[in-house]
Every structure is written in C-alpha cells, then in structure tokens.
C-alpha cells in the first residue's frame, strides 16, 4: 500500500542532510512527529497543536498514525524546514525573540502566527507591527503593589527618551519612569498565573523592582514584549558601539536560571528559618529573595560570584544547624559570609547546587568586564 511506503520516505526526509527536518521548524524541538503539508514543515507535537488553529494556513498530519499520499509525500520532498526558514523568516529583527521548546505557548503561538499568517519576516515585507522602533504606548493589566488585583494601567514605551512609564490616573503624573538601562522582561504565565502574564524587573534604590502585568491578547503582550527588547537593543548598541552584537543580543532580556522556594535562616545561623521565593539571575549573578513569589520587591539578595574570588556552593549544613520540617541543605560560600539554606527535598537540593554551581564556574564576558553598565 502507498500508506507503508510512504512513511519510510518521510522517516527518511527527517534526516535529510540541508534540510533542518530533524528540528521543529518553530520551536526547534528534536525528532518531530508531525508535519504541515500545506507549508512543508516538520513539527512537534506542541506547534501541531498551534497550527491545527490556522486551517486556511496550515494543515497538520502525523507522520505516524496518519495517511500520506504520494502528492503530499512528494511536497514535503521539495519543501522542508529550511526552505520555509528562507521565505518566512527572512526578515526577522534581530531584537525579535524567536522561542524554543521551554517557551509558553502565547510566545510559539505568537512566533507562528507572526511567521505564516502575518507574514511579518518574508522579504517583501515592508514594516514590522512588533516595536521595532522601540516605542509604543497602550494599556496593560497591572497587579497591585499591596493587593492581588489587577488594574487597567496606561504604558508608555520610549526608546528615544531612553524610559517606560505608566500611569495610574490620566490626570496625574506618572507612577513610575523606568529607565530602559534598568529594565528586562520575562513571561511568567504560570507564577502569574495567567497565559499572557509577564514579569517587568528594573532596580528602584538599589532594590529589585517587579510589575506583573498582562493583556487578553496574545499579539499585544508579546508586542510589548518584542518593543522592550527593540528598546533594549538600541540602548545596548548606543552604549557600547563596539562591542559586537553577538554579544549584545543575550543581554537584551533574560530569564531566571532557576526559581523556587527554599528555607533560609540569618548571618548567626541560629535564627528562624524561614521560607522564601528565590530567583536566581545568572546574568547578573544575583539569587533574589522574596517573601512570595508575586511580591513587588525583594527582601534581599546574594551575589554569586566566580570560584576563583572565593564563591562555592556546598551539600551540607554548618555544625549544629539544621532546619525544622525541611533537611536537604545547602551552604552559598562568598568572602563575607555564608548563607544558609534548606530544601523541601534532595531532588530540589541538587537542582539548586546544579543551577548555582554554573553560575560560580562562569566566566565574566567581556562586555561585562569592560563596563558594568549593563549590570546595574
């Protein structure tokens, strides 16, 4: 039967030397299971799922359980992963977050939509609806710094004047100007627990600073999102100009290396532990504290600095110090003292040595080194 032919022949195409099909064409996800027929694609599962809502765009089969003809077979031969990259993607900023497979799904989603049904990156486009000058201006739904409800807030996105802002009353200054040097941003749909929310971080004297924000629409939060990066991008190209933009583009925004709550106890050891949020930035080599997860500022922060300045992270607990429910302990080492802390378990225990032990091994990159402009 065409059918038991034909799946070899696509097995075959996943492996094809120069063709990209052994990654998912939208998040990169290896060895996917699925294909699109009408854009000659391979995809995983989660992106197939993504494209099933585009049927005038895109039509989805499995490589497995489904049916091919030999006309659809022969499409996928002459088509594939990197053929669609050079027409779709041919114009992407470089500003523009392309997700990977870890990312939520309004940043895939968003990314696909962007790519096949907007057509925003192919060569012929003229204009980018995503920020690309860095400004923009609308409402968000923003969190209340001392409450759990969400407020209609007016933003304003300005990379010429080098700030966000945003308002509470029309009639009344604004709350807060946020200098785009400060600023980075991040989805955090599940801490939020929204599929749109995003986290805004900016240090406010001396103390990290949070906004939880959201919208109803996908394209608009993740607009926001990409016109914070444009902003950021030119911010990092005025400020450094020769420092390469390689270089440049991983520090536009970032996420958290690793979150989670864990038992701290004070500098004596004999204090109270005590539970905490703690998100560790390993750009910044900073593990931040926080009462909850969703609070507006941190309680404190460790800086986690290179071995070789005398920063270690140990398995254990000090000599007499234990914590009450929680056992699985572990000691930050810097040169002026030692911060204590216990796990809920050993599994949470080695993700945390794991996560901090990469940050201590890490090397300063040069554009740090040479300016600490971006670490502020």
């Known amino acids: 039967m065409a059918q038991d032919c034909n799946k070899p022949v696509l097995l075959e195409l996943l492996t094809a030397a120069g063709t990209g099909n052994s990654h998912c064409a939208d998040c990169g996800a290896p060895d996917p299971e699925w294909a699109s027929y009408k854009l000659g694609i391979f995809i995983c599962l989660n992106c197939s799922g993504i494209h099933r809502n585009l049927p005038e765009i895109s039509r989805v089969k499995s490589l497995h359980l489904d049916f091919w003809e030999n006309d ?25 977050y392309i997700p990977d497979s870890k990312d939520c799904l309004v940043l895939k989603e968003q990314w696909i939509r962007a790519k ?45 004047d080098g700030v966000l ?42 103390q990290m600073r949070n906004l939880f924000v959201y919208h109803e629409s996908g394209k608009e939060i ?58 560790l930035d390993s750009q910044e080599r900073n593990l931040l504290y926080f009462k909850d997860p969703l609070d507006a500022f941190e309680l404190g922060h460790v800086f986690i600095g290179h071995k070789e300045q005398g920063y270690e992270v140990q398995a254990d607990l000090p000599r007499g110090v234990s914590g009450k429910k929680w056992k699985a302990g572990l000691t930050i080492v810097t040169p002026h003292r030692k911060f204590v802390c216990v796990c809920e378990n050993d599994r949470e225990q080695k993700e945390w040595l794991a996560a901090l032990n990469v940050v201590i091994s890490q090397p300063r990159t040069g554009c740090e080194l040479r300016q600490t402009g971006l670490s502020a």
């Open 72 to 96: 659809l077979v022969e499409f996928m031969r002459t088509h594939g992963n990197f053929c669609a990259k050079a027409k779709y993607e041919a114009k992407v900023p470089p500003f523009y």
């Open 165 to 206: 802002k945003y308002y509470t009353k029309e009639s009344r200054g604004p709350k807060a100007v946020i200098s785009i040097k400060d600023l980075n941003a991040m989805f955090q749909t599940e801490k939020i627990r929204n599929p749109h929310g995003l986290q805004i971080t900016y240090s406010k004297e001396g």
């Open 222 to 279: 993740v607009d926001w999102f990409n016109a914070i990066r444009a902003a950021r991008l030119q911010f990092l190209r005025t400020t450094f100009p020769t420092t390469p933009e390689a270089e440049l583009l991983p520090k536009i925004t970032r996420n958290y290396f690793k979150e989670g709550y864990m038992e701290k106890t004070g500098p004596k050891h004999k204090e109270a532990f005590k539970k905490r949020w703690f998100s």
């Open 116 to 160: 096949y049904e907007r057509e925003e990156f192919v060569a012929s486009s003229v204009c980018h609806e995503t920020g690309s000058s860095g400004s923009r201006e609308g409402f968000l739904w923003k969190r209340g710094r001392d409450s759990r409800r969400f407020l209609k807030r007016r933003f304003l996105l300005s990379a010429w």
